[in-house]
């Protein structure tokens, strides 16, 4: 289990929603997002973000495939693979592609609904926590200091296309 470092909360920013969100906007903020263990990028050519996932079903043995998550922050756009049903209340371990690691968190960090969270980075020291069940809109960025202009710069970037 990943643990979530936010000792210094003077260094992170939390943002629940993208500005666009809190505004109507149907715009919203790309993230660029790598693994918190290896550090390499999840994102393929077209930005979304690709992770291995494993699960239960029907209490029989765990199941392994790839889901594809999109790329925006408040977007909740999510392709699963076709062996999975996607109900309400499953949870997912997602695990990164290139080294294998759980990106779970640890349990006193899990989210509002009672399920575990995951984590990821995004742009250089900042981090993301989603919530791993399927339907749960739960969600953070935990903003770092060293992070914000490149985060502004993202948002005219993307309100520009």
Same mark, same amino acid.
């Given at each position: 289990?990943?643990?979530?470092?936010?000792?210094?909360?003077?260094?992170?920013?939390?943002?629940?929603?993208?500005?666009?969100?809190? *505004?109507?906007?149907?715009?919203?903020?790309?993230?660029?997002?790598?693994?918190?263990?290896?550090? *390499?990028?999840?994102?393929?050519?077209?930005?979304?973000?690709?992770?291995?996932? *494993?699960?239960?079903?029907?209490?029989?043995?765990?199941?392994?495939?790839?889901?594809?998550?999109?790329?925006?922050?408040?977007?909740?756009?999510?392709?699963?693979?076709?062996?999975?049903?996607?109900?309400?209340?499953?949870?997912?371990?997602?695990?990164?592609?290139?080294?294998?690691?759980?990106?779970?968190?640890?349990?006193?960090?899990?989210? *509002?609904?009672?399920?575990?969270?995951?984590?990821?980075?995004?742009?250089?020291?900042?981090? %993301?926590?989603?919530?791993?069940?399927?339907?749960?809109?739960?969600?953070?960025?935990?903003?770092?200091?060293?992070?914000?202009?490149?985060? %502004?710069?993202?948002?005219?970037?993307?309100?520009?296309?």
């Amino acid at each position: 289990m990943l643990k979530l470092n936010l000792d210094n909360k003077d260094e992170f920013v939390s943002i629940e929603k993208s500005p666009y969100a809190q *505004k109507g906007h149907s715009n919203l903020v790309k993230l660029w997002a790598k693994c918190p263990v290896c550090g *390499k990028d999840v994102n393929n050519e077209k930005g979304q973000i690709v992770l291995l996932g *494993k699960w239960e079903e029907n209490g029989e043995h765990k199941r392994h495939d790839i889901f594809t998550l999109t790329d925006k922050f408040d977007d909740y756009r999510i392709e699963f693979p076709e062996n999975f049903d996607a109900k309400k209340d499953m949870t997912v371990e997602f695990i990164c592609p290139s080294c294998k690691s759980s990106l779970l968190l640890e349990s006193k960090h899990d989210c *509002k609904c009672g399920s575990p969270c995951f984590m990821l980075t995004a742009f250089s020291k900042s981090i %993301i926590t989603l919530c791993s069940r399927t339907g749960c809109k739960e969600h953070m960025l935990y903003l770092n200091k060293d992070d914000t202009w490149p985060f %502004i710069r993202q948002i005219y970037t993307d309100s520009a296309q």
